[in-house]
């Protein structure tokens, strides 16, 4: 993928895969350590993969939102922990995008991106309701919280998250602001130690007793009620995080692909041809949340909502079979910790979490089908 401009041109895949290239050295020991790499974020900051998705405008690469997904991709073939972990970040910029799209302005975050700001996301596990506790005070608020996962952390500038106000004037709201990492009362406790993509550095933070100012504050609504940014959130986040999945597929099916190259039993034509099936059908599937993001000018409905997610679980299912059936078709070599297949089989399963997981995106769906809100 190249973006091309008067003044400028990348080859944005090139630059990740050279980046991917000079981490994935590290990634193995990683995985045995569960221990977070700032290099890699690092890294992505100064190749300017960071700000990739930035307009041209406001000084970053213009990348398209399939560019950054192709970014992501290559990224995943070659440390899936630091892939998924920079999509959350890439979402967060990818929704600013959708609102500079949609005449919003977005150039106060553009601004700190381009600037190296690596922004951090709690959204998967406060959805609607969000959590924590807001109190309002002078010019602003107190906040007390604990939010997890947020990937990346430890790389991270600005915390992007939301904070429940049960005190609120009219009833229950939901504040969504955006607190600095360093801010006073925020703190770090490394609490990530999971199956799979053990190196994100997906941990918990701790707001106690952070003050957030009135200006920090970019939206208030109401705790019970569906709210369309997130319609927003959805189609611009899903297609780069499953993008950064189908990387760790991809890498699975090449490597399986190396190993058995020599055979040419019936067996191995069979699971292979199963494997190349799943993998094709992810690949489309995530092709398809791209198209109809429309490079992020797509129009927030929930109807639009419920199809990336539909997609989303589809893709899934076929991306957890393919690095299964890649495994399969090695035998049992893939089944060892020697070999590589082990790590991706464990570390694709994060598919499964990220909003929304299979129970509640069918009902969503199925909501949404039936003409009802979202959430009841």
């Given at each position: ?368 089908l039936l003409g009802h809100s979202p959430i009841g």
């Amino acid at each position: 993928m190249t973006t091309t401009s008067a003044h400028l041109t990348t080859d944005w895949v090139a630059l990740a895969r050279q980046a991917g290239e000079a981490l994935r050295p590290e990634v193995a020991v990683r995985d045995r350590t569960g221990e977070f790499s700032p290099t890699a974020f690092e890294m992505l900051r100064i190749t300017g993969l960071s700000a990739a998705l930035v307009p041209a405008e406001f000084g970053g690469g213009g990348a398209t939102h399939r560019e950054m997904g192709a970014i992501l991709r290559e990224l995943g073939r070659h440390d899936p922990s630091t892939a998924v972990a920079f999509a959350m970040h890439t979402h967060l910029v990818a929704a600013q995008v959708w609102r500079h799209n949609h005449g919003i302005d977005a150039a106060p975050l553009f601004g700190k991106v381009v600037d190296g700001a690596i922004l951090i996301s709690t959204g998967a596990a406060d959805w609607v309701g969000s959590s924590g506790r807001a109190e309002q005070v002078e010019g602003g608020y107190r906040v007390h919280a604990r939010k997890a996962p947020a990937s990346g952390v430890e790389a991270g500038t600005l915390l992007v998250t939301s904070i429940r106000w049960d005190d609120a004037p009219d009833g229950a709201q939901v504040l969504h602001c955006a607190i600095p990492v360093g801010a006073p009362g925020v703190r770090i406790e490394k609490t990530w130690d999971t199956l799979g993509l053990r190196a994100s550095g997906s941990h918990t933070v701790i707001l106690d007793d952070v003050f957030v100012p009135e200006a920090a504050v970019s939206l208030l609504r109401r705790a019970d009620a569906w709210p369309p940014l997130l319609n927003v959130v959805m189609g611009a986040a899903m297609p780069l995080v499953m993008a950064a999945y189908l990387g760790i597929a991809d890498a699975a099916v090449d490597l399986a692909t190396a190993l058995v190259a020599d055979r040419a039993d019936a067996p191995t034509f069979q699971l292979a041809g199963e494997m190349a099936n799943a993998h094709t059908t992810a690949a489309d599937l995530i092709e398809a949340m791209f198209a109809g993001s429309d490079n992020l000018h797509f129009d927030n409905t929930d109807s639009y909502a419920s199809r990336t997610l539909s997609r989303k679980t589809a893709a899934a299912d076929a991306l957890i079979a393919t690095v299964r059936l890649a495994i399969e078709t090695v035998g049992g070599l893939g089944y060892s910790r020697a070999c590589e297949l082990e790590m991706r089989y464990r570390d694709v399963h994060g598919c499964l979490f990220h909003p929304l997981p299979r129970a509640k995106q069918t009902r969503f769906t199925g909501r949404v089908l039936l003409g009802h809100s979202p959430i009841g």
